[in-house]
């Protein structure tokens, strides 16, 4: 049984219809009901079980209460996937509403953290799995996205530790960073003021599908590997960015240019 956040579109979405192929039950949490409800719908056309559940995770209670559902629809919890999360567009000093790196860190890094403490006892007695998605940016810094960079640094730094604590109890940790994925997300990154920035800047036909990522999360998954980057390009920046950061900077700065 697992319990998905960020259910109603992009990545979520993707992952969701992907395990319900491969019959899986499902609870499928977001703010957004009627997006909920047709993704839902298309997990059991695709020969899944899937229950809605409209959940902030930014608000704690929403998080406990997310959990108590999924235990009373299916009296246990098999893996608890935190990819719920924002993005933004904005230099530091064009930003005139600072809020916007509170809600950044609750969206992206304390939903993941009251989420998971809340499903920890369920997923101790079932000898689960949690996933949590991070991002290129947990090791990799980009210029306009301090506010989520800084919340997949963070959200990384948790869940290594967490997989450490969580040694020898059965639960296992399984961190997933994608490189750039071509979803709604970036529509809705937000911008100076606070607000959606209203479009995108990346090239889709460049970037990885959310169903290519859904795919390598759910081997991934399978697997109960610790850490997966989604990206060749992601994993020679992580160890480059050591080695030779001034040569990373260039080519970052590049491939936002380009949008990939």
Request: aromatic fraction near 4%.
């Amino acid at each position: 049984m697992v319990v998905l956040t960020g259910a109603s579109s992009g990545i979520g979405r993707a992952l969701a219809l992907a395990l319900a192929k491969r019959g899986a039950r499902l609870v499928l949490a977001a703010r957004d009901e009627t997006a909920l409800a047709e993704v839902a719908e298309a997990c059991r056309l695709s020969g899944g079980e899937a229950r809605v559940v409209p959940t902030d995770v930014t608000e704690p209670e929403d998080c406990g209460r997310l959990v108590a559902a999924s235990v009373a629809a299916f009296g246990r919890i098999d893996v608890l996937v935190n990819n719920a999360g924002g993005t933004m567009i904005a230099r530091l000093d064009e930003v005139t509403d600072v809020s916007l790196y509170d809600r950044l860190t609750r969206l992206n890094y304390l939903s993941a953290v009251h989420l998971t403490w809340h499903a920890l006892p369920h997923l101790e007695r079932t000898s689960g799995l949690i996933v949590v998605m991070a991002s290129l940016q947990s090791f990799l810094a980009l210029p306009t996205r301090t506010g989520y960079t800084a919340a997949k640094h963070a959200v990384f730094g948790f869940f290594e530790a967490l997989r450490l604590e969580l040694r020898g109890t059965g639960v296992d940790v399984t961190i997933v960073a994608p490189d750039w994925v071509a979803t709604e997300a970036h529509h809705r990154a937000l911008g100076p003021d606070g607000r959606p920035f209203g479009r995108s800047l990346l090239v889709s036909s460049k970037v990885m599908t959310a169903e290519a990522c859904a795919l390598l999360t759910i081997r991934a998954m399978e697997r109960r590997t610790p850490l997966v980057i989604t990206s060749l390009r992601g994993r020679i920046a992580r160890v480059a960015r050591v080695l030779v950061p001034r040569v990373v900077d260039w080519f970052v700065l590049r491939a936002m240019a380009r949008g990939h």
